[in-house]
């Protein structure tokens, strides 16, 4: 290895440090705030050492690891998210009365999961990659283990992604067998090699995408979401709908471009019902839900469907079409989460529908946020989320997709009931005995400055990207597009 390439692998380096200063640092002298501090800056470091390794782009390091401007956009988009948790999560666990400290070791290994998820280029490190994603989720999502229903969540999590671990295994066991090699650039397969046997490649295949479709939480495999996403702590709930999942989409649509989904095979049919099944179900469940995180969960399951539909269109319009989707949906989902994050108290999340009724009149800021993130998550314009929907719609009709595109609007229509009736609730007015219930069970909320400041600014981008997509698509197409 040479010179280079330690330069070229910077952020993974600086993410592991920061892990490994973090736990120094806490075993000898435990601070809430020189933890945050340590977190953030390694975080910062880490995002600003992109802009070092760029000119290096495009770069093979080991067969494990490749850094191009692919892998260097999602580490970025990646670094951001968990930067503004990381800020969210500074007056949630303030009062959390023991170890608290870890939790940003925790977030910080399993954003080096996710660094490490999209710029793989081997089964080897997508597995590595992913592992150390799922360890640090099932301590994160069990992380207040005083509260039962924190450790019933990280426990189905922990059983779930361990059985979809053996899956991934034995179906990347499979593809090697048959192919002989764990590189994704030398998997290309199409039906005129005959000297392998296709009934196995393609059992493995499947296994693989079983897996995959796990993490993404897409239907059949989504029965893990809604407990864990209400189970789990509101940062770590951000965390998982995020970066988690968005780490994951763009390994998926690497291995896949390396390796094309044929419009004729079988896969690519596999995927377009699972795509039609999580936008369909997702929305229609998440209406009959009084819980927002819930309505959340459901929610996320329909929006990685829509970003199906532009991963089957490929190209350089459906890549780029998921990258863009993806910026607007982590801004949109960490605004929303956001909200209720700083609304909550850590013995008491403010996460019944109910609870929520009046907010616009109590907290003016927070309910304008909150409502402009229903608004862009219907994908109603000029939010940001609605040049979402437009540009993964732009790539299905490139491809002729009609049927994912109709269900794709269809389910978008039913998603819009739910959305507003978070909003409406926002705006209600309460009576004087609502009022008192909730002053006696949340007490007098005091919005801190970083909060204030970190909402302010998501809720911007939520109306600048989505008023001058411009810039933004600049940037995707540039570091992006050779992905297509």
């Known amino acids: ?149 924190r450790i019933e969540a990280g426990i189905k999590y922990l059983v779930l992604a361990g059985t979809t671990a053996a899956f991934l295994l034995f179906g990347m066991a499979l593809i090697y067998a048959e192919l002989g090699t764990m590189e994704f650039s030398n998997m290309a397969f199409t039906g005129e090699i005959t000297t392998v046997n296709q009934p196995i490649l393609l059992v493995g295949w499947g296994l693989l995408t079983v897996g995959i479709a796990f993490k993404l939480a897409l239907v059949p495999f989504q029965v893990w979401t809604p407990d864990v996403y209400q189970g789990a702590p509101l940062p770590v709930t951000a965390f998982i709908a995020t970066i988690s999942k968005g780490g994951m989409f763009a390994l998926m649509l690497r291995f896949f471009t390396e390796v094309p989904v044929g419009s004729s095979s079988s896969l690519w049919g596999a995927f377009a019902i699972i795509a039609i099944l999580s936008m369909l179900l997702g929305n229609i469940l998440a209406i009959v839900q009084s819980n927002v995180k819930r309505i959340l969960a459901y929610s996320s399951i329909a929006h990685l469907g829509y970003l199906l539909v532009a991963f089957l269109a490929g190209g350089v319009r459906g890549t780029e079409a998921v990258a863009f989707y993806f910026v607007a949906y982590f801004i949109t989902s960490l605004s929303a989460f956001g909200v209720i994050t700083i609304l909550s108290r850590q013995d008491h999340e403010m996460e019944d529908l109910n609870d929520f009724k009046g907010m616009f009149w109590r907290y003016p800021l927070l309910g304008i946020i909150l409502t402009v993130a229903m608004l862009s998550l219907a994908g109603i314009p000029p939010m940001v989320g609605f040049y979402g929907k437009f540009y993964i719609a732009f790539a299905g009709v490139d491809q002729s997709l009609w049927l994912l595109l109709i269900v794709l609007v269809g389910s978008s229509v039913i998603g819009l009931f739910y959305y507003l009736r978070v909003v409406i609730t926002t705006f209600m007015r309460e009576g004087d005995e609502e009022a008192e219930r909730k002053e006696l069970l949340f007490g007098k909320l005091i919005i801190s400055r970083t909060g204030s400041a970190v909402l302010s600014i998501l809720g911007f981008l939520m109306l600048a990207v989505g008023i001058f997509p411009g810039p933004l698509l600049s940037l995707i197409e540039k570091l992006v597009s050779g992905m297509g």
Do not use: C, W
């Open 1 to 149: 290895m040479t010179i280079t390439d330690v330069i070229t692998l910077l952020p993974l380096i600086l993410l592991s440090a920061t892990v490994v200063v973090l736990m120094l640092v806490i075993a000898f002298y435990r601070n809430y705030q020189i933890s945050i501090l340590i977190t953030l800056g390694g975080q910062l470091l880490a995002f600003l050492s992109l802009f070092v390794i760029y000119p290096y782009a495009p770069r093979q390091i080991t067969p494990l690891i490749v850094l191009d401007g692919y892998s260097v956009f999602y580490m970025g988009l990646l670094i951001a998210a968990s930067f503004t948790i990381v800020l969210l999560s500074y007056s949630y666990f303030i009062k959390f009365e023991s170890n608290r400290e870890e939790y940003f070791i925790l977030i910080t290994l399993a954003t080096l999961g996710s660094s490490i998820l999209v710029s793989s280029n081997h089964f080897a490190s997508f597995f590595l990659g992913l592992e150390i994603l799922s360890v640090s989720l099932y301590t994160l999502i069990s992380y207040q283990r005083y509260q039962e229903h």
